[in-house]
């Protein structure tokens, strides 16, 4: 079975620095990897996914991830980070053939001004 | 495209009573699912259809749950009876292969409340 860890369920950034979100995984067989986010109040949205080929994707409002395979990690990342970052990210991840998401624990992101 | 439709979008009932969600899926989306999020458990899934099918309910808490979905456009998850522990926030969401791997959208959620 596959498992998704979010290892820091909190993590407060000052405006306008750099932040890194770390997701791992565990899967015996080949997965694909997202990231989604859930702002106040609302559902979840898909902010990158990584599927193959380059090992760094770049998603909406400036997001980006690497896939590490021999990590076997995912982290998030963005350069300069804004008070609408503020919301909780979602690692998840799924294996081929399958349409069946597992969701991470979650990180919420709280951005200091 | 309006997104996947959610009524009601809060629900507040007592311990005991019948609670009925709804889940209008984005058109030409062959799979709907079913989550349940609470600050305790996280985001689990209930239950998955592809095509009208429950394709895998083990997410299912008991047998108090039940999900159908009549056609293509609309789903339900039914409580019956509640308890004070089925208190989350339950999202829909559904998806198209024509990809691999294509996104799921959300609806924004119901805000179940037992008391």
């Known amino acids: 079975a596959q498992s998704v860890t979010q290892l820091d369920s909190q993590v407060p950034v000052f405006e306008e620095a750099p932040v890194e979100l770390r997701c791992n995984y565990s899967?015996?067989?080949?997965?694909?990897l997202f990231w989604y986010v859930q702002y106040p109040n609302q559902g979840l949205q898909l902010l990158l996914k990584?599927?193959?080929?380059?090992?760094l994707v770049k998603g909406i409002n400036g997001f980006e991830a690497e896939f590490n395979k021999s990590q076997t990690s995912f982290h998030l990342r963005k350069p300069s980070v804004h008070i609408s970052d503020t919301a909780e990210y979602f690692c998840?991840?799924?294996?081929?053939?399958?349409?069946?998401?597992?969701f991470g624990t979650g990180t919420r992101l709280t951005i200091i001004p | 495209d309006a997104g996947v439709i959610q009524s009601p979008r809060h629900e507040v009932t007592e311990m005991g009573q019948e609670v009925t969600l709804r889940c209008k899926p984005i058109?030409?989306?062959?799979?709907l699912f079913w989550y349940r999020q609470t600050m305790m458990r996280g985001l689990e899934l209930l239950i998955y259809?592809?095509?009208?099918?429950?394709?895998?309910d083990s997410g299912m808490p008991e047998d108090r749950f039940s999900a159908k979905m009549p056609n293509a456009s609309f789903s339900t998850l039914k409580i019956q009876p509640s308890e004070p522990r089925d208190s989350a926030v339950y999202f829909c969401?559904?998806?198209?292969?024509?990809?691999?791997?294509?996104?799921?959208?959300f609806g924004p959620g119901t805000r179940l409340t037992v008391l």
């Open positions: 969401a559904s998806t198209t292969t024509d990809r691999a791997a294509d996104t799921q959208y």
């Open positions: 899967s015996s067989v080949s997965v694909y």
């Open positions: 990584y599927l193959s080929g380059s090992t």
């Open positions: 998840a991840v799924q294996i081929f053939g399958n349409e069946k998401l597992t």
């Open positions: 058109s030409g989306h062959d799979y």
């Open positions: 259809f592809n095509n009208n099918v429950p394709i895998d």
